[in-house]
């Protein structure tokens, strides 16, 4: 839920703040922070500062309340000296830094920086574990693999079906149309009831892989959810589904944190950091060919060399 410090809240319980304003994939493999500061701190209320729509999703996650923050140009909306533990989950960068500095908290929990207590920051681990790693060296107890969420308060409108999920934040993890559209009717060859979803600005390109999947599979008719849902009904879509083939985006981590088997497509990010924990998920990508501009607006070439025979070769080897 959305929550505001005012007059109503119980001005002795002390606050734990923890900042991370950035997308529903980044929220995901924070969990196993998250839990851990859960259980570290009961005394305390934690607000999760990020933007408002991920609101939801904490709602999943349980015990922690939400702040709205929209990313870090400006300072966050609590009065300073307010929060007794600040944990910066954002980063390691100057503006991230900035933001917990001006809490002026009680107590820092962040990687080394300027002189500041905390282990250094390493590349090339998976993000549940760069942030359990931070709680571990401060004396906090956390597990990597504490990742999965509750189930949602709302059931799957299609329970069973295989979900396609044809969206990205970025162009560089935006895979063809026409190889979606492929898979999709591949798919329902194979006895899949196929439905496609994405975000609200993701319809209109749901809507075309549904019409080129008609095309290719004779009038195939394939589930159009894409810019239907609320965040709860698209997480009980994933919750409940067969199996789900995505980018490397939040549907993605959903599936792990639902464990459903999945095939993971990834573009600019690296694998070994953003990849799925272990469990039925292939993830399928060409490291040698990899670009690495997550902003770009451009497919990178590491996704772009994964093919629909690459796909259906995953999904056969998932058993699905």
Known sequence: MDTALDSNENSDQPLLLALRALKLGDLLVAVP???GLRRAFPEH???YAAPAWIAEALELVGGIDHLPTPGLDDPLTVPRGAVDIAVNLHGNGAESRLRIEELQANRVVAHASNGADGPEWITGIPERERWTRLLNWHGIDADPLDYRLNRPSVRSPRPGATVVHVGA??????WPVERFAEVAVELA????EVVLTGGASERARAEETAALAGLKGTNLDV?????????????ATIAEARLVVSADTGAAHLAS????PSVVLFGPAPA????????PHVVLTAV????GDVFSADPDPALLAVSVRDVMDAVEALGC
């Open 257 to 260: 944190a639902y464990e459903r």
């Open 288 to 291: 040698e060919l990899r670009r």
């Open 45 to 47: 209320r934690i607000l």
């Open 272 to 279: 070994e950091e953003w990849g799925p924990p272990p469990g």
């Open 223 to 235: 589930g159009l959810l894409a810019g239907r849902q609320s965040l709860a009904e698209f997480a």
């Open 189 to 192: 060859a194979a006895g899949h």
């Open 33 to 35: 922070a998250l839990r």
């Open 169 to 174: 934040a970025y162009g560089s993890r935006l």
